[in-house]
Nanobody
Framework: VQLQASGGGLVQAGGSLRLSCAAS????????MGWYRQAPGKQRELVAS???????NYAGSVKGRFTISRDNAKNTVYLQMNSLKLEDTAVYYC???????????????WGQGTLVTVSS
């Protein structure tokens, strides 16, 4: 299972960005999908997650500003980020809990990370 993230970039504070992460390969099923981020000098933290049934969970710092969604037909998860703040600057990683076709157990997969830089 491979994850390809895209959509990062440089944006001014108050602006918006949309991240995408597509899962590909020999996939039987995908359970939870999510986004994490890691700012310089800080630990990686959960930003948002979404279950296969569409139930969402957000970090308190992004609630009301970010929206996570998924397209199950495309094996893709999105993160719409609005009202971006300087403190949102980080490398964003997508995370997928998936069962490969040649396995019976779910495994956790990570995307390569995409940099989001918010400027003043």
């Amino acid at each position: 299972v491979q994850l390809q993230a895209s959509g990062g970039g440089l944006v001014q504070a108050g602006g918006s960005l949309r991240l995408s992460c597509a899962a590909s390969g020999s996939i039987f099923s995908i359970n939870d999908m999510g986004w994490y981020r890691q700012a310089p000098g800080k630990q990686r933290e959960l930003v948002a997650s979404i279950t296969s049934g569409g139930r969402t969970n957000y970090a308190g710092s992004v609630k009301g500003r970010f929206t996570i969604s998924r397209d199950n037909a495309k094996n893709t998860v999105y993160l719409q980020m609005n009202s971006l703040k300087l403190e949102d600057t980080a490398v964003y990683y997508c995370n997928v809990d998936a069962v490969p076709r040649d396995d019976i157990w779910a495994h956790t997969y990570w995307g390569q990370g995409t940099l989001v830089t918010v400027s003043s």
